[in-house]
Structures are given as structure tokens and as C-alpha cells.
């Protein structure tokens, strides 16, 4: 006896039962035969050359219809024939005749999927099933009732794609039922996975070696990642999300067959995808800004991390899921290492060279630079740094720890770091200081270094990362700063005036107050004319803080004893006094025989 060909799925859908009588008579089971013979045998892919290329499924779907019909009566009749264990001829003559029909319903299956690649594309079929909730195709219904689920509001193409997914769900339910699911499935896969691999072909997407992203540089290596960026998204909520929808459409009737239709579809290229990230974490020669490219993959994997799972949810798509988290850990190691060598970096710094004239340390301005960006990505590094916190208290004086650092809300590991590493920066800061013989210059060094700090931190996202109380400690200490300068630099200035002015002063006793007053100021000023504050506010405020101790004291002084000495002595207005005290911290190069040849300052007084 020959048996029909048999499957796991052997049950019949709703839309595919059989319309035999559950005992059917002999005579009804020879004409169910010979009704489907006629039907099958017309259609047969050996009969002519016209019917090779005439499709069954064309616009009018009646005949279509009729043919699923006949073969799912087909398919009862032989069930019926092999519980009977009666009438072999007939079962030879059925099984034949399912052979031509699934030889038939085979290439109408891979004719409608080639006829319609362009319709069944991600959006479309996403669209099509979004707009009437399914698209299906029951042997029942009439043309009507087929148009009005394909949606009358929707558009032609829209339309055509429903259509076209509702005969491949009719045809693969028939194929499986009657124990050709793998042979449908076969056609499926193949065809599908080339319309995949090219979806990501076209989106960029390639299949990378560490040695190819080694040798790139860092134009285009930039380039490479910024369309990765670009195209994961649309390959994982359109390629991938709407091959699923297909899939599960199409194969309805039979999880198995979907699961591994879909797995074997999509994994090679899904795994290829996501080892990108992973790749490009292993790659050591790329530039310094490399810790923001893995920033931005590591954000992008972890905002798709939902739809990973949601669209890879069978076991037969683990390895996709496992891939992309593997470059996700991989990315946040190299993460984690970057930052740490950038710590290192700032402490090794072995630059000896003082800046001139107290200004911002290049030390300062690269790593503010670099800490102010990387604060654009507090909440990829916040998940990065809190599984693994890096901050090392060892590294660190215990002076720091008496005022501990202390960060307001947020309070995330972001936020902790970056301070740390601030403080990394202010410590190397300090012992820069160390390098100048000036101890106020060493002063105003430091003040200058931690106004543009903090500059740096308010004009940033950092400002929400620290908090006001940082920000507030940190201006406390230029303050202090501040004073130490203004005390060592101006105190030998301050005490060549006497503290109260009074007549009874001897006339030698004057004299030698303004020659004093002279020698101390014009040492001041032309060692600090060359001297700089950057910041604007600091700066005035150095000024108006100086001025405002000292001019008044010598205008009382000038004013009561200037007549009575001759222009030898007194040499400076007080006008003159609050226009060279104008002049400081603006870097200005001056001879020290300058001050000496006027007496008289052509700039109008900024500070009295």
C-alpha cells in the first residue's frame, strides 16, 4: 500500500476542514476522487505550457478557491480511506493526485512571494494587517466578502499586499495540513532570507572584521558607525519586526514551522548586525573621542533591548539575543576602560612648564573639554559605571575626604564619577601651582583654574550633574584663592601707607612713606601687568577688591602731603593709582622704565 505524505501537523485549520460526512459512503468518496481529479488534473504543471504559466491565483480567486477546496476534500477522503484500511487503488489514486497538487500549490506559492517582493516589503506588510486587523482567505467567502477584508479605505498597494498575504496563509495551511509544511516552508525561507540580506545590504550594513574596522580611519570609521546607528533602528522595527509579522501570519496554523522559519531567516543577519558593536569595542587604534562613538552603541542597543526581545522571543533566535547583549557588555568594558585610562592620564601628566602668566593650564581646558561631553551621556554612563564602580579612595589625599564630595539629585553613578574625576584634575591642578616661584601667582593660578572650571561645569550638562551645593563649595574656594593672592602679592603695598593719616607726620617721615609706596607698587605692577584672569567677572572683582582697599587710603594720603613734596617723591595720582590698577590681569607685556616716564595715565580711571 503507498501512504500519503505525512507531517507532525496533520490537523485541519477552521477554514480547511474537509465538507465530507464524517461516514461518508464509497460512493461519495468516488466522486470527492473524481471531482478533485478534474479540478487538479487542469492545473496540472505537465498538462500544457499555458497552464505552466497561468496562475491560479489570479484576480478572480474563484477558481482558487475551488481548487483549496477540492484539496482539502482531498485530503478527508484519504484520511477516511486509511482509517478504513480499505480500497487501496483509491488511496493510490488520491495520493497521486496530492503529489500534482502540491507540486501546483508550491509554485503558486513562490509566484505570488516574487510577484509581490516589492508589495510585501516590512511597512507594507505591517500596514496591511494594522489596517483590517488580519488578512485571511476562507474557501467560503465570495469575491465581495475577500474584497472587503483587504479593507475598501486602504490603498491599491496596500490592498494587493493583503491579498497576497492571505493567499500565502491559504496555501501554506493547505501545504501543511495535507503534510507538505517543511516543502512550503523550504520555498518560504529561501526566498524571504534573500529579501532580508538584501534589506541589510542596502541599509549598510556588511559583514565587518576586526581587521578591516582596524585598518579604517577615523573619518570614515565615524561615518561607519553613524549608519549603524541609522539603520539598526529601521532593521530591527521594519526588516525584522515586519519579516516576523509575515511570518507569523503566514504560518499561523503551526507555531513550529513559524519559529524556525523566522530563526533561520533572520539569524545570520540579525548576529551580524549586532557584532558590530562588539567589534568596534575590541578595536584599540581609534582616536581619543572613541569613548563617545561606544557611548552612543551603547545606547542605541540598550534603547532597543525591548524590541529585541519582543521580536527574538522563541528559543531558535537566543543566539540573536545573546549576541546583542554580548556587544553590550563588551561596549560598557571598553567603556569602563577608557574612563579609567583617562583617569591615569591625569595623573601621570608630567608637564613641568609653567603657564604664563597664570593662565588656564591645557591640562584643564582638554579634560573639561572631555568631562563637559561626556555629560551629555549621563544616563548611558550611569548604567555603565554602576554595575562596576571604578572611584578608588587610595588615589586620592585624605585632605579631600575631610569635605567629602557630595552630590545633590540626581544622584547617580554618572554623577559621582565625573566628580571624581574633577577632583583628579584639581589635585593635578594643585601641584601645577607648585611650579611657579611666585606664591601669589601660584594663588591666582589655581583661582583662574578653578573659575574656568566651574565655567565649565555651569555651561554644561554637568551644572545638573553636581548640583548647586558643588558649584557653591568650589566658588567658596576661588574666594579663598582669591584673598591668599590678593594678601601675599599687594601686602608689602598695603603697609608702605600708613594706617591713619595724620598731620603730625614729620616731613622725612612723608617722604619716606612715598618713596616706599613707589618702590613697592611699581614692583607689583610691572612683575603683574603680565599676569592674567580670564574670566571677566574674576577679574573685575580682583580689581574692585584691590582698588577699594588701597586707593582710598592713598587719596587720603596724596590729598593732606602731595604739596608739600616736590613731583620727585610724588610720582602717582591718585587717578593715575586706579588706571594702572585697571591695567592688571589682561597679560599686557611692560618695561619697567614705563611707569617711571609718566606720571600721567591717558586711560580714564576704570577703578577708584
Known sequence: MVFFHTSSNTSLSPTSTSSLPTSPTSSMVEQTIQNAESIIKKWDLNSSSLITITPLFHPNRKEAKEYLKCVMDLRGTMHFLVSQNSAPHKLVIA???????????????????????????????????????????????????????????????????????????????????????????????????????????????????????????????????????????IALKSLFNGEKILCDHVFSASQTIRDACFAEITTEGAKNLFKFPELIAKNKNSPPDRIFRLLELHGAISELRPDIESIFNVELTSAIKLQALSSLQKVGGSVKTLLTNFGSSIRKDSSKIPVPGGGIHPLAQSTMSYLSSLSDYDRILTDIISIHPQIDNALFPESYFNDPTVIEAPKQAASVHLAWLILILLCKIDSKAQLYKDLSLSYLFLANNLQFIINQVQTSTLKHLLGHQWLSRHTQ????????????????????????????????????????????????????????????????????????????VYREFYETFSTKLNADFVRISPDDLGNYLSDLFHGTRISSSSLLQSSSHSKGCLLR
Open 95 to 233: 495520493q497521486t493526485l496530492m503529489q500534482i497538487a502540491m507540486k501546483r500549490l508550491e509554485k503558486e506559492f513562490y509566484q505570488i512571494l516574487s510577484s509581490n517582493r516589492e508589495r510585501l516589503d516590512p511597512e507594507s506588510v505591517s500596514t496591511s494587517l494594522s489596517s483590517d486587523g488580519s488578512a485571511s482567505f476562507d474557501v467560503e467567502e465570495d469575491e465581495a466578502d475577500q474584497q472587503k477584508i483587504a479593507g475598501e479605505s486602504i490603498s491599491e498597494v496596500e490592498r494587493v499586499s493583503a491579498l497576497a498575504m492571505a493567499d500565502l496563509k491559504a496555501i501554506a495551511e493547505c501545504m501543511s495540513s495535507s503534510g507538505y509544511g517543511k516543502e512550503c516552508a523550504h520555498i518560504y525561507k529561501l526566498f524571504r532570507k534573500s529579501i532580508v540580506d538584501r534589506g541589510l545590504y542596502l541599509l549598510g550594513i556588511e559583514k565587518f572584521k576586526s581587521s578591516r574596522i582596524n585598518k579604517m580611519d577615523r573619518e570614515y570609521l565615524h561615518l561607519t558607525i553613524k549608519n549603524w546607528l541609522n539603520a539598526v533602528k
Open 477 to 552: 574656594k576661588i574666594k579663598q584663592y582669591a584673598l591668599s593672592y590678593e594678601s601675599v602679592a599687594w601686602n608689602r603695598v598695603f603697609e608702605s601707607l600708613p594706617e591713619r593719616t595724620t598731620s603730625e607726620l614729620s616731613y622725612e617721615a612723608v617722604k619716606d612713606c612715598f618713596k616706599r609706596f613707589n618702590a613697592a607698587f611699581e614692583q607689583v605692577y610691572v612683575k603683574q601687568i603680565s599676569w592674567i584672569v580670564p574670566d571677566g567677572k574674576l577679574r573685575d572683582e580682583l580689581k574692585v577688591s584691590i582698588a577699594g582697599k588701597l586707593v582710598p
